[in-house]
């Protein structure tokens, strides 16, 4: 019976990457059994690895090329899988050895021990990974431990870069290294320490060193530092030397590794944190605007919960608004409100009041003072920032906040704002200004003031189609003079979202031509003479019944 059909192959791949497959069945290599399935090598942009393997009875398969390592059944698993089926149709046979009649490993079991010796050795002796496997067990296993020999094993991580497609492999070697090492714990742990400290670190380095950002050496170095963190805490090293060597290493390793102070403030205790700490401080008054040492200090602090340490220390760069609003979440979080209002203050007495970044700041602002009912400063933010901002959005909430609060207040604040949008609005530097103090008259249903604004000031076409759109209830033709040109500049575009865009409008303008006493029909058929050979507009047209 078949382990697996080209459906299969098919089902698993999808349609584009079973049809890419057959064309890679040639470049298929070095097609070998494993207990569970297959491996091979198939050429592409790179040489790949395939191994097609036996999954409860079903086909699954992985691949070393970009594709496949995103956990994707591949071309080049499709190209594996139609050579198998080659092969099964000339030898009638296409299920991994092992898994059929032959049962391999029972005919291991009968093997006697020096037939045994003999086939590891050979084996050994042709592949360099087992041969090193095997000489760190050795190592690691024999009577008397060579220390240096393991050392030199440890140096040998140490590299330059790795290669795409080199990554497991090296990751297979660091971890033979560990499982070395880490084998003699408790007995040796203190000889060990370094050598896993030495092994952590290198391996670390060579995982930033690779084509691939190899996320398995990676994995590597962290069980390295797993097994380092064992050895230390069976015999704890110098609390002052740890202290200062991980602060080193941190403040020198880019980001990837989940390595954090508290995995070893028991280690350190009191000393090694004050050295740790000490290493951070001299960094910092080197290179006071680092944002590693900056993240490593506040990380320690937070780790002893000393927040008015944490509040002091995210208190000595203050350039953005940002780190206002950092330091009042943190009060919030411990029930300071009251200081984390008077840091918000703070905050927003000393940013520019033209910052964008400190929208996020009055916000906050804004929600604390309105759970307190400080309602006049609630209204003050606003004020200010509407000042700053002259947006709508600023408007109608200023109008919203004041009306709850005084409505008799209103009219006379309506007044400044609208004096503010009218001198913005001459402003030809402020581009939209225009826009908002329209939009701001229609908010207020001043259709009148609106449709004489889009007369004065520049505005882009949705607001003067708003403005159109209240004026056409009272003043059709004069609202006609405007819809029928912003027709013919969206014609213009010569591009379907302009079509649509033009027979959409038109569309709603029949009962507009209508109340001004004119022709319908005889100006869609206008539009149709004048742009008769604009097949696309013509076509949206017929689909709006026009």
Request: hydrophobic letters at 40%; one cysteine or more; proline letters at 3%.
């Amino acid at each position: 019976m078949a382990w697996f059909t080209e459906v299969d192959l098919e089902d698993l791949a999808g349609g584009r990457s079973f049809s890419r497959g057959q064309g890679y069945v040639e470049a298929v290599s070095n097609l070998r059994d494993l207990p569970d399935g297959v491996v091979a090598t198939v050429r592409g942009t790179d040489p790949y690895q395939v191994r097609l393997y036996d999954a409860d009875g079903g086909l699954d398969g992985e691949c070393s090329c970009p594709y496949g390592e995103e956990g994707n059944f591949c071309k080049h698993c499709v190209a594996v899988g139609l050579r198998l089926l080659d092969r099964k149709r000339a030898t009638g046979n296409a299920r991994p050895r092992g898994a059929g009649d032959v049962d391999v490993r029972a005919f291991i079991a009968t093997l006697g021990h020096d037939e045994l010796v003999d086939l590891v050795w050979q084996h050994a002796s042709e592949d360099p990974a087992m041969y090193q496997r095997m000489l760190l067990r050795a190592l690691a296993s024999a009577e008397t431990v060579d220390i240096g020999l393991l050392a030199e094993q440890v140096e040998r991580l140490e590299i330059d870069w790795i290669n795409y497609g080199e990554e497991d492999g090296y990751a297979e070697g660091a971890d033979a290294v560990i499982e070395a090492l880490a084998a003699l714990i408790p007995d040796r742990a203190t000889e060990v320490q370094p050598l896993l400290r030495r092994a952590f670190c290198l391996i670390y380095q060579a995982a930033q060193r690779s084509e691939d950002h190899c996320g398995a050496a990676i994995g590597s170095a962290g069980d390295a530092w797993d097994a380092y963190l064992q050895a230390c805490e069976t015999d704890p090293p110098d609390p002052a030397e740890l202290g200062e060597w991980f602060a080193e290493f941190r403040l020198g390793a880019p980001d990837g590794l989940e390595v954090s102070i508290s995995d070893i403030a028991d280690l350190l205790g009191v000393e090694g944190l004050d050295a740790y700490w000490a290493v951070l401080e001299t960094a910092n008054t080197t290179k006071p605007s680092d944002w590693t040492v900056r993240r490593l200090r506040e990380e320690l602090i937070r780790a002893t919960g000393d927040l008015d340490a944490l509040v002091a220390c995210y208190a000595e760069d203050l350039s953005s608004p940002h780190r206002y609003v950092d330091i009042a979440r943190l009060l919030l979080n411990e029930r300071r409100t009251a200081e984390a209002i008077e840091w918000l203050e703070r905050g927003r007495a000393g940013v520019d009041r033209w910052d964008h970044r400190a929208s996020g700041l009055a916000d906050l602002l804004v929600e604390l003072y309105t759970e307190a009912g400080r309602t006049e400063e609630v209204i003050a933010l606003w004020q200010a920032r509407f000042q700053s901002e002259g947006s709508v959005e600023t408007y109608r909430v200023l109008r919203e906040a004041i009306l709850a609060a005084n409505p008799g207040r209103w009219p006379e604040q309506r007044e400044q704002a609208w004096s503010l949008l009218r001198r913005r609005a001459d402003d030809a530097s402020l581009w939209s200004a225009g826009d908002v103090y329209v939009r701001v008259l229609l908010l207020e249903d001043e259709d009148e003031a609106a449709w004489d604004a889009i007369g004065r000031y520049r505005c882009d076409p949705q607001t003067r189609l708003a403005a159109t759109d209240r004026r056409s209830a009272t003043h059709p033709a004069e609202a006609l003079a405007i819809y029928l040109p912003i027709i013919e500049a969206a014609v213009a575009q010569t591009s379907a979202i302009g079509y649509e865009r033009a027979a959409d409008l038109l569309l709603t303008l029949r009962g507009v031509f209508a109340r001004a006493g004119r022709d319908f029909e005889a100006e869609v058929a206008r539009l149709k003479a004048v742009h008769s050979r604009k097949r696309n507009f013509l076509g949206a047209l017929r689909q709006r019944g026009l």
